[in-house]
């Protein structure tokens, strides 16, 4: 988490470029896990700060991903089945993937618990996806998960199983 860290003083200062921030920033993001842990487990400020970075630049955001990536997220239906593995405090977040087992092996090797939780939201729309990223051989969407919480409703249904 160091280099989040350094990431992260480095956005406050402004000092990082416009052209430079996308690049950095994804460095970051695939060198970094459990962001939860940098904020002592408080989700809602992981989310406040991510929000915030994820915010920057937009219309350069293309460049946090590869144009492989990028026509892979311009290539999503209009609206995708999305899924997240994980267990009960950690199963709103930011990494999603299109594929069930994907999300159901990170849930088992990820639950602490030995609860693994497996949350499927179907029908999201594809514009709240706001990256797409291979990871050996998977997909990540990033999503904020403010956007798919049973609280907003805005998009499809949620459905939460234990695996």
Not at 133 to 146: A, C, N, Q, R, Y
Request: hydrophobic share 40%; aromatic share 14%.
């Amino acid at each position: 988490m160091e280099k989040f860290t350094e990431f992260y003083k480095a956005f406050e200062n402004g000092s990082i470029a416009a052209d430079q921030y996308w690049p950095l920033w994804r460095s970051i993001w695939d060198s970094s896990s459990h962001f939860t842990s940098y904020f002592g487990g408080d989700t809602a400020a992981r989310d406040s700060v991510l929000s915030t970075l994820f915010s920057q630049h937009v219309h350069l955001r293309s460049a946090f991903m590869s144009s492989e990536e990028n026509a892979k997220l311009a290539s999503l239906p209009e609206h995708v089945d999305i899924f997240r593995g994980g267990q009960q405090g950690n199963i709103a977040g930011w990494s999603w993937t299109l594929e069930r087992e994907y999300a159901e092996y990170c849930a088992r090797s990820g639950a602490t618990d030995n609860r693994p939780l497996l949350a499927f939201v179907s029908s999201l729309p594809s514009s709240a996806v706001l990256a797409y990223l291979e990871k050996e051989g998977f997909s990540e969407l990033i999503v904020d998960p403010l956007t798919v919480t049973i609280e907003t409703g805005d998009y499809g249904r949620i459905v939460f199983e234990r695996i």
